[in-house]
């Protein structure tokens, strides 16, 4: 604190400073962590601390960070091995009377909130009576918690609606999002912005000389009357069954079901929160979301320490991947040049990345900043002084050999080769080179900018240097790695070919199209094969899939047909669907119902083929295959992979199913060898 404290009291994880007028700071300081988040250890001194000062109240609290970030929320690893929803209940119950006490001092108390206040942290300041918050870009308030498979547990579901109101305050906990200062003080979850620099002084002030406290509005109040709550629930659940099915994601559902009966009001919704989230945590939802929560800060950890960070790249190939990746890296903040054969290629891809960050940078100089990064390259100037050069031209074997051998004199010695490809392997495409253990693969996926993953792909000489590279340039660029040997269709399209391949199958069989992806729908899956095939496009559905259909005699009319039409999906704006205002215009399906194994003849397949991926150890283990999956095919997270699934599901029950299918429909149902590994 910039002011000399009278008293100190110090603690592992707080300290509580008090100065003579009066006035106590409560610094939250997390011991051996880069970010706060409520510990029981953490909870615990709190709760001492509140105990102390409510026998003998200081004249205003000001509850603030010495990080760089107020409070990131609860920490997650307390969700795990909770063994029942009544140990659950009980843990939740002790950190609500532990925030039930800071809001109950009898002083004035002020969160200085001076960057992210997530879930539990903003349960923290809400439960302070006024709120300060930086007026700067890192602060973001929110409740994540419905990505978990919850809801806010320490009293957020009811101050939050007090405070905002129950549309503001349903609408943040209901999609997680995350909202800015300003648009936190409009909804009354602050009281008052300052600049950044000046946090604490404004703070000071409002402790010292407390504005009047702000009332619900008068449509607020009539908004949470009990008569009218039935009839806004009904209209919440319209808009979440849109989004998430009650069975796959209940959190939402719950939480709509406690404000329409509590309204945010009395000790009864404060225990009723604590019994809904105890129960929820112990669903196999959440117990899956949160899995994939820490499958995610393992990819993160991915590339640590790999080096020299990349300054430059140049990519080849302006079309929609290649353009794209080139758009992504330059708002990564990388310098960046953009070659194809001639200036026309360029220019639609650079067309495209305007569009992206006019919708990204509300700031026309912050656009115009990042635009001059991405720069136009046909005579491929860029390549001499690339840290790293990213192939991304067509799928042919030897248009890519012959590219290489152009511009393999040119590299530095130190930089990295990396090649898009989406199914050659990186052995044939390395054989020519001079340096072939110089070539990597970094396999990203389509679109870009909203797939979280790329594949970085070695072959059995691939110099680790360049993986580690790769791993690293992946991190930095804000995605999600995931290390693969060289093999046909890597990790993602491997897995995804027998699900597409098995869909364009069920339609040729005349099972309507819309119903085949419906299937899959009612499994989890973000969108069905059908859909994933326009998306993907078809031209590279069938380049994979050479891998999996003998001779160009075995592809199916019904995907062979669109294909020699140049109809590739969304790309061309009709493939297995038309596409207008880039959604899919589906045929319906009136009177026809989808064959009972129809799901099992989509889902299993693709599930027997990561088991053969881990047999392989084409990926080195069962939870790095389901991250993949999960974040490069968008596998369904609440069912924690699909390894994780066959657990749950059972092993055994899932390799007779498979036998079943075996009877009925092929061996290309036979359950592959490596299922013992996962007993």
């Not at 349903?170 to 409009?186: E, S, Y």
């Not at 407390?210 to 109040?221: E, F, H, I, N």
């Not at 991405?374 to 030897?398: C, Q, S, T």
């Amino acid at each position: 604190m910039d002011t000399p404290s009278v008293a100190d009291h110090g603690a592992l994880h707080w300290r509580l400073q008090t100065e003579a007028d009066g006035v106590a700071w409560l610094i939250i300081d997390k011991a051996n962590a880069a970010v706060n988040s409520l510990s029981r250890e953490v909870m615990e001194e709190l709760d001492a601390i509140l105990t102390t000062l409510t026998r003998t109240p200081p004249k205003a609290l000001i509850v603030t960070s010495a990080k760089n970030g107020f409070i990131a929320g609860a920490d997650i690893k307390g969700f795990v091995g909770l063994a029942s929803p009544d140990q659950a209940y009980q843990m939740i119950r002790q950190g609500q009377h532990v925030i039930d006490k800071l809001a109950a001092l009898r002083c004035v108390t002020v969160a200085a909130i001076n960057g992210f206040a997530l879930g539990g942290g903003l349960e923290v300041a809400l439960a302070c009576r006024y709120r300060v918050a930086a007026d700067d870009p890192s602060v973001t308030l929110g409740f994540p918690e419905v990505q978990l498979g919850v809801h806010p547990g320490l009293g957020g579901t009811v101050r939050a609606v007090q405070l905002a109101g129950p549309i503001a305050a349903m609408d943040l906990m209901l999609t997680g999002r995350n909202v800015r200062p300003k648009q936190a003080l409009q909804m009354n979850l602050v009281d008052r912005l300052a600049p950044a620099a000046e946090l604490h002084a404004v703070a000071r002030q409002v402790a010292l000389n407390p504005p009047a406290l702000k009332t619900p509005s008068l449509k607020d109040r009539l908004l949470n009357l009990g008569l009218v709550r039935p009839i806004l629930a009904g209209q919440m659940r319209s808009q979440v069954a849109r989004r998430v099915r009650p069975d796959h994601y209940p959190a939402p559902y719950k939480l709509i079901e406690l404000w329409q009966e509590y309204g945010a009001s009395g000790e009864r919704a404060y225990e009723a929160e604590a019994r809904s989230m105890a129960h929820l945590l112990c669903t196999p939802t959440s117990r899956n979301l949160v899995r994939v929560f820490f499958l995610q800060e393992r990819l993160k950890s991915t590339g640590k320490g790999a080096g020299e960070p990349i300054k430059h790249v140049h990519v080849i190939g302006a079309g929609v991947m290649g353009g794209d990746i080139a758009s992504w890296c330059a708002a990564r903040g990388l310098s960046v040049t953009l070659q194809d054969r001639e200036e026309k290629f360029v220019a639609p891809a650079l067309e495209r990345a305007r569009k992206f960050f006019e919708k990204r940078y509300p700031d026309q100089a912050k656009r115009d900043e990042v635009l001059g990064r991405l720069k136009a390259d046909v005579a491929g100037e860029g390549v001499p002084r690339a840290d790293l050069v990213i192939e991304a031209i067509f799928e042919n074997l030897e248009a890519k050999r012959e590219l290489y051998a152009r511009i393999e004199p040119q590299l530095k010695p130190n930089a990295v080769l990396a090649t898009n490809t989406s199914s050659i392997v990186l052995e044939q495409l390395a054989e020519k080179l001079a340096q072939p253990e110089r070539l990597v693969g970094l396999h990203f996926f389509n679109p870009v900018a909203r797939m979280p993953l790329v594949e970085v792909i070695q072959a059995q000489n691939t110099d680790p240097k360049q993986v580690q590279a790769g791993l690293g340039f992946a991190r930095q660029i804000d995605k999600l790695a995931i290390p693969c040997r060289s093999a046909p269709g890597f990790l993602v399209n491997r897995v995804l070919m027998p699900y597409l391949s098995e869909a364009v199958r069920a339609a040729q069989e005349g099972i309507p199209l819309a119903l085949i992806d419906r299937a899959a729908e009612e499994f989890g899956m973000p969108m069905g094969p059908i859909e994933l095939a326009d998306v993907v496009g078809l031209d590279v559905v069938m380049s994979v899939g050479k891998v999996f259909f003998a001779t160009g005699t075995d592809v199916p009319p019904v995907l062979a047909t669109p294909f020699s039409q140049k109809k590739f999906g969304k790309k061309t704006g009709e493939g297995f669907y038309v596409w207008q205002n880039d959604k899919p215009v589906k045929p319906p399906y009136t009177g026809q119902s989808a064959p009972d194994d129809l799901q099992d003849r989509l889902l299993l397949p693709l599930i027997n083929e990561a088991v053969a991926v881990l047999r392989q150890r084409i990926v080195e283990d069962p939870d790095l295959i389901d991250a993949g999956v999960i974040f490069g095919a968008g596998f369904a997270p609440f069912r924690g992979g699909p390894l994780q699934y066959a657990r749950d599901r059972g092993i055994d029950a899932v390799i007779a199913r498979l036998q079943e299918l075996q009877s009925v429909h092929g061996d290309r149902f036979a359950p592959d060898e490596g299922w013992e590994l996962l007993r």
